[in-house]
């Protein structure tokens, strides 16, 4: 595992960013958007590829892409006749996988992880605070 604190001790939890963070969490609060998103962290995908995976219908799915583009989570390119959609970047997917892990945690009854700490709070990445 790599030891990220180094780099996230200078990540300061000011407005801008709680706000931020708060938008992208609101983006993952709806059940087929989530699996869109899910889908998208195993690879790139059209409308009608993620259609027949969520189960959801192709206007739905429509207005998901369209809303998770706006938000700037999704990024999509032409093939052809095609749009294919792929995640934004990398911090996404590892949120979409622990959101989903932790999940899996709690419909398995599997334990929790205990929160890490090292002398400092228990949120990773949140060692500073401007409130």
């Given at each position: 595992?790599?030891?990220?604190?180094?780099?996230?001790?200078?990540?300061?939890?000011?407005?801008?960013?709680?706000?931020?963070?708060?938008?992208?969490?609101?983006?993952?609060?709806?059940?087929?958007?989530?699996?869109?998103?899910?889908?998208?962290?195993?690879?790139?995908?059209?409308?009608?590829?993620?259609?027949?995976?969520?189960?959801?219908?192709?206007?739905?799915?429509?207005?998901?892409?369209?809303?998770?583009?706006?938000?700037?989570?999704?990024?999509?390119?032409?093939?052809?006749?095609?749009?294919?959609?792929?995640?934004?970047?990398?911090?996404?997917?590892?949120?979409?996988?622990?959101?989903?892990?932790?999940?899996?945690?709690?419909?398995?009854?599997?334990?929790?992880?205990p929160p890490?700490?090292?002398?400092?709070?228990?949120?990773?990445?949140?060692?500073?605070?401007?409130?």
């Amino acid at each position: 595992m790599v030891d990220n604190r180094s780099h996230t001790s200078a990540i300061t939890a000011d407005d801008s960013r709680l706000a931020t963070a708060a938008a992208t969490l609101k983006m993952l609060a709806e059940k087929t958007r989530l699996h869109i998103l899910w889908i998208l962290t195993t690879a790139p995908a059209d409308v009608n590829s993620l259609t027949r995976a969520t189960g959801a219908s192709r206007t739905a799915v429509s207005q998901h892409l369209a809303k998770l583009r706006l938000a700037g989570l999704v990024d999509a390119h032409r093939e052809d006749r095609h749009v294919i959609y792929s995640l934004r970047d990398g911090h996404l997917s590892r949120l979409v996988a622990e959101s989903l892990s932790h999940a899996d945690h709690i419909a398995t009854g599997e334990p929790l992880h205990p929160p890490e700490t090292d002398g400092e709070p228990a949120r990773r990445g949140a060692h500073r605070s401007t409130a």
